[in-house]
């Protein structure tokens, strides 16, 4: 069956490392997408992709990056790990056409002390 | 512009009394509308979609919910609460792009 999965489930980190999020998808979706879920907030968009290459900014992507080089995977990367960016990552994938209704992965419970 | 307002980030009901979650939505083109489902330390599960036609949409778990154009709203219900329904639900609205749009969740707690 296809899936999306996210690696690690859980991280801790310190301040000002760098981190990698992986998200990897077998449904040969075009579109992946990474959210980060804050208690009072809901989802708010990090970063999103519509096909290798091509990559974009969400409402929340300062300190974060993306990068697409094959249809499966899209990693997020954190550059500078701040406490700020404790929260649950979840990555994301839909088709191009519509509905576009997105499949979600199982998330990453991040930690920065 | 794409938008979805829920009502109520909390919602309180008694197991087998009705589920009402409300979600209202702004779509400046034909919406498709979503609810998902979050089970504690767990990634969003679709519940059910409306695309076009019918506009009462049957999902799982006994859920539905029914896309009112006039009333620009998209409500879940499910006429008897169990135990495992309590999560936290989420309403999206896609408006012809390839984003969709969240609103902040209801949490569902289910009172025995």
């Known amino acids: 069956d296809a899936e999306i999965t996210q690696s690690p489930r859980h991280k801790i980190t310190e301040t000002g490392r760098q981190v990698t999020l992986a998200c990897h998808q077998t449904?040969?979706?075009?579109?992946m997408f990474w959210y980060r879920q804050d208690l009072g907030h809901g989802l708010r968009l990090i970063h999103y992709?519509?096909?290798?290459?091509?990559?974009n900014k969400g409402e929340v992507s300062d300190g974060y990056s993306v990068s697409r080089s094959n249809t499966e995977d899209l990693p997020l990367t954190l550059e500078s790990a701040a406490s700020s960016q404790t929260s649950v990552y979840f990555c994301?994938?839909?088709?191009?056409?519509?509905?576009?209704?997105?499949?979600f992965g199982p998330g990453t419970r991040l930690t920065v002390t | 512009a794409q938008s979805v307002t829920q009502l109520g980030s909390h919602v309180s009901v008694s197991e087998g009394a009705l589920v009402l979650l409300r979600c209202n939505y702004s779509s400046s083109v034909p919406p498709y509308l979503f609810w998902y489902v979050q089970y504690p330390n767990q990634g969003l599960q679709l519940l059910l979609k409306y695309t076009t036609g019918a506009t009462l949409v049957k999902g799982i778990n006994g859920f539905e919910a029914e896309f009112k154009k006039s009333e620009t709203s998209f409500h879940l219900t499910k006429p008897s609460a169990h135990m495992s329904d309590a999560a936290e639900y989420f309403c999206?609205?896609?408006?012809?792009?390839?984003?969709?749009?969240f609103g902040t969740g209801t949490r569902l707690t289910v009172i025995p």
């Open positions: 992709s519509y096909g290798v290459q091509d990559t």
């Open positions: 999206a609205v896609s408006g012809g792009a390839n984003n969709l749009f």
């Open positions: 994301a994938s839909s088709e191009s056409i519509g509905p576009y209704e997105q499949y």
């Open positions: 449904w040969n979706h075009n579109n």
